[in-house]
């Protein structure tokens, strides 16, 4: 359960849950999931959640900058005012309304109405910016105000960036505590040959790095960012690091993975520490997915009705695996997934958070293969915006948890069929098999490039 190139606590995790479940009736007491508390945890009164944690706070405001990204087409509306007869010759700005004429065109109608609406929201969203940073409200005129808007020269770059600005998750995602202390290297001296600094914070590097950028006014608005985060990151840090456990408090282990269901490579050193403040959040949240489930779905998500209540099934399992598809580790999940699930198991056992899964020191990117459906995350979330910009990140496997993954379905139908202590002695075996069979391949790949002249 350990990759002999990764090593034992492997900087680049892959995690991933799977519908590998056995039937709720079978569920016994005795199942252990990481997420389980200890009588000795640590309790962090402190911590608690912080609403707004995006860099523009203001929803309406980040909607509103969003939508400015996606206007309506001004070709279009040429093209049919052209068919008309309508215009002799192109229009160098889109007409602030429809034109008096006796046409009829559909299209050119909605289409015109939905130009001048744009072209009337652009001031204000212009003006709310400018209130936040005066350089971001400036460059905002420039590649998306409204004469960028009729000549449609917004490029890609800076679709991108504005697109991050406007993100709905926190930014954190954007600027975590290593990619902050890179900024303020960056500003102590923000000069071009100086960028390099910023390769953890691609929106910007790319912008930078972009035809006929205003340096300064983008210095302006990473100083803006830097301010935000470091605000946040004050209001955020206001507990000790986690200490280890006290060694006689740790259970020892003797097969009882059999009837935990949570099986590592790596041992616990620390107990899962508690939370009271987000505890009582997520109590009410669990109350409010119980009562929904008792009624009808209506248009909210349906994945874990689908698949696990109405089949009344337990959680999966959560794994663990490195780039090279090894996995180290799984554990049973009672009811559905989550982030705590993940979150536990790391904290309990890596000794230091990996480089790229998250946390503050942390780069949480969802791999190529997930990325299609998450259509509301920013491309601060992608793992594609990093390696983008680093090439050191594109030989990451990040499917290497799917493929894994594709071999469990194999036994997904035996293990539904199971009690308890069966279905996790079958996955842990199959597992085991999966992960011999990997490293006697990468073994064998690697006797052969050694004696290849």
């Known amino acids: 359960m350990a990759c002999t190139t990764c090593g034992p606590a492997p900087e680049t995790v892959i995690w991933d849950g799977i519908t590998l479940s056995f039937g709720k009736r079978h569920l016994t007491d005795s199942l252990r999931p990481p997420t389980t508390t200890h009588d ?24 509103a900058l969003r939508d400015a990204l996606n206007g309506p087409s001004v070709a279009g509306l040429k093209a049919s005012a052209k068919e008309e007869g309508l215009m002799n010759q192109p229009v160098e700005s889109p007409p602030p309304s429809l034109p008096e004429s006796p046409s009829t065109n559909p299209f050119l109608t909605r289409e015109a109405g939905l130009i001048d609406k744009h072209l009337k929201s652009l001031p204000s969203v212009s003006k709310s910016l400018r209130a936040k940073c005066p350089a971001l409200g400036d460059l905002f005129d420039k590649y998306l105000g409204e004469d960028a808007y009729a000549q449609s020269t917004c490029p890609k770059v800076w679709k991108n960036f504005f697109l991050q600005i406007a ?7 954007l600027v975590n505590f290593a990619s902050w202390l890179d900024v303020t290297k960056f500003l102590a001296t923000p000069t071009k040959q100086n960028t390099s600094h910023l390769l953890s914070v691609p929106a910007f590097f790319k912008v930078f790095e972009s035809k006929d950028v205003d340096f300064m006014k983008v210095v302006d608005v990473l100083g803006w960012v830097e301010r935000v985060t470091r605000e946040l990151l004050a209001a955020m840090i206001v507990e000790e690091p986690l200490k280890l456990a006290r060694e006689g408090s740790i259970p020892p282990v003797v097969d009882d993975w059999r009837k935990t269901g949570c099986f590592y490579s790596m041992a616990v050193i620390r107990h899962r520490p508690r939370y ?18 008792a009624g009808k779905r209506g248009d909210r998500c349906g994945k874990y009705y689908s698949q696990y209540g109405e089949r009344r099934l337990t959680g999966g399992i959560m794994v663990a695996r490195c780039t090279h598809s090894i996995c180290y580790g799984f554990h049973c999940i009672p009811s559905s997934e989550g982030r705590d699930d993940v979150f536990s198991a790391m904290v309990t056992r890596w000794p230091v958070a990996p480089k790229r899964v998250f946390f503050g020191n942390t780069y949480f990117a969802i791999d190529h293969f997930h990325s299609t459906g998450h259509t509301k995350c920013s491309p601060a979330a992608f793992l594609s915006e990093y390696s983008n910009v680093d090439p050191s990140l594109t030989s990451i496997n990040s499917s290497a948890a799917e493929c894994g993954n594709g071999a469990l379905r194999r036994i997904r139908k035996s293990v539904s069929y199971m009690g308890q202590e069966r279905a996790i002695i079958y996955t842990k075996v199959f597992l085991s098999v999966w992960n011999r069979l990997k490293l006697r391949r990468m073994e064998a790949d ?8």
């Open 40 to 63: 000795e945890s640590q309790v962090r009164n402190m911590i608690k959640y912080r609403p707004q944690q995006q860099l523009l706070p203001d929803r309406a405001l980040r909607k």
């Open 167 to 173: 993100a709905e998750e926190s930014v954190l995602q």
């Open 276 to 293: 009271p403040h987000l505890e009582k959040l997520s109590l009410k949240k669990e109350e409010e997915r119980r009562q929904e489930l």
């Open 446 to 453: 690697r006797l052969k490039n050694t004696f290849l002249p």
